[in-house]
């Protein structure tokens, strides 16, 4: 880029000599809001058409305005484009080189707006769309686990609470709840874009602005359903960054979870599951090794997340109104959390395409802990005719003669039983099968078969 009289900042009018190479260096957010480009030249160009729509600019300066910056995106796309750290941030390196583009009429492309609610319409904009990218990859890694999940509708495990054996489950039962989790991210991530279909543009440095604009025009061009309300809560709002980082704490949450599960899984201590060498990695000493590195990765990622909502948080604590130097650290958080978050999605996809369940070793597990003694409970509720606080008692004396006597429930006799609960009949060993256990929880959202069918169903139909 060639020099010309508008090779300085703009404020060295006011403020007259050089910043330090170190404040330049600390002060300036290009290397982070170059990322902003295009959303600051759509934002631009609609801008510079309201105002000649409002007969604010002439239509000869709107044509050229809206040429430079088409040819501007142009060589940013193409890596032509030199970023200056001196310019601070990428609306003053676009303006720069607009006026070594199209000359002195750049100057109007400022007119009725501040850098203030220029960078706030292009953060939304990013915002918005960054939303819907997240949202796909849901949709991907919630199809992948729809498909595991019908695959094992019948694979019986156990359920666990306090990570002991609990109540034998489906596996695709298992993995359906992280589909109501993720799930219930995407709507999160939905209702956020709400909160984003105001438009800041037109509100100027805090108070609006003396000049005829049209902030309808250019709230609905940029696709945003309205204009923001109050021109000081829009120069200081930052409710939804808060909202987006939220919506990626709490994916990233679910994400570690099931992470957690699988590490579990896959531990010598359980043998559930298996990892394809395509999502492990080796060990530099232990030769025989296969770690589940992946998921380890992603169960740390999560706190990087929750450290970037925090950061947010604690920076605008004591802020008064309305717009201070702390807030430029809102694009560096947001970029950094949302990186994150849709590699950790990606991965997690591919772990889950990547991983195998032993069906055989998890009907195995199921046959441990005395896993049917609730079933047995609930037989002994419904056809004795007695309360659930005693069958509970009488099924834990059977319970602690089953473990003294080192056998599982479905190994005990029928006279073995009679002795606590002498109107039994052969009727009651059949409690003790899982499968039988499993399908009879047919509760809305229980784990039978026939329910677990129709939620998958249900939502390959809502993905």
């Not at 819907?132 to 094992?152: P, V, Y």
Request: with cysteine; proline share 2%; glycine share 4%.
């Amino acid at each position: 880029m060639g020099k010309n009289k508008n090779n300085k900042a703009i404020w060295t009018t006011r403020i007259k000599g050089n910043s330090s190479s170190l404040f330049q260096r600390f002060g300036s957010s290009i290397n982070i809001d170059k990322r902003l480009y295009k959303e600051d030249i759509t934002a631009s160009i609609i801008h510079v058409e309201m105002l000649f729509k409002q007969k604010i600019i002439s239509f000869k300066i709107k044509n050229k305005i809206v040429y430079g910056l088409g040819k501007i995106e142009k060589e940013i796309s193409k890596n032509k484009f030199q970023f200056y750290q001196k310019y601070e941030d990428i609306h003053m390196n676009i303006e720069k080189r607009l006026f070594e583009i199209i000359g002195e009429e750049a100057g109007y492309i400022h007119t009725a707006r501040s850098r203030n609610d220029q960078v706030l319409t292009d953060f939304k904009i990013w915002m918005r769309s960054a939303s819907k990218e997240i949202n796909k990859n849901l949709d991907k890694l919630m199809k992948t686990t729809l498909k595991i999940a019908d695959k094992n509708i019948k694979t019986i495990m156990p359920g666990f609470t306090h990570l002991k054996n609990a109540q034998a489950v489906s596996f695709g039962h298992y993995l359906m709840a992280y589909v109501e989790m993720f799930y219930r991210d995407k709507k999160r991530f939905l209702n956020n874009m709400n909160s984003l279909n105001e438009c800041p543009l037109g509100v100027s440095a805090l108070t609006g602005t003396s000049f005829n604009i049209d902030r309808e025009y250019t709230a609905k061009k940029l696709g945003f359903k309205n204009p923001t309300k109050n021109s000081i809560d829009t120069v200081s709002d930052r409710d939804f960054v808060l909202d987006f980082l939220y919506n990626c704490s709490v994916c990233s949450m679910h994400i570690s979870r099931i992470a957690e599960e699988m590490i579990i899984w896959n531990s010598d201590g359980y043998k559930i599951i298996k990892l394809s060498d395509k999502v492990v990695t080796g060990s530099s000493i232990m030769p025989q090794k296969k770690n589940p590195d992946h998921l380890e990765f992603l169960r740390g990622k999560s706190g990087q997340v929750y450290g970037n909502l925090f950061s947010m948080l604690t920076i605008l604590k004591g802020l008064p109104l309305s717009y201070f130097k702390d807030l430029q650290d809102d694009k560096e958080i947001v970029f950094r959390t949302n990186d994150i978050l849709i590699n950790s999605l990606k991965i997690l996809n591919e772990v889950l395409i990547n991983f195998h369940p032993d069906h055989k070793k998890m009907l195995k597990l199921a046959k441990t802990g005395f896993i049917t003694a609730t079933d047995l409970a609930d037989y002994l509720v419904k056809n004795h005719s007695i309360s659930f606080r005693d069958a509970y008692k009488k099924t834990a004396t059977i319970v602690n003669y089953a473990e003294k006597n080192k056998k599982d429930l479905d190994d005990l006799t029928l006279q073995e039983l009679r002795k606590v609960e002498p109107k039994l009949t052969s009727e009651v060993l059949k409690v003790f099968n899982l499968n039988n256990s499993v399908n009879s929880k047919k509760s809305y959202g229980g784990t039978a078969f026939d329910n677990i069918k129709k939620m998958i169903r249900k939502y390959q139909k809502l993905i």
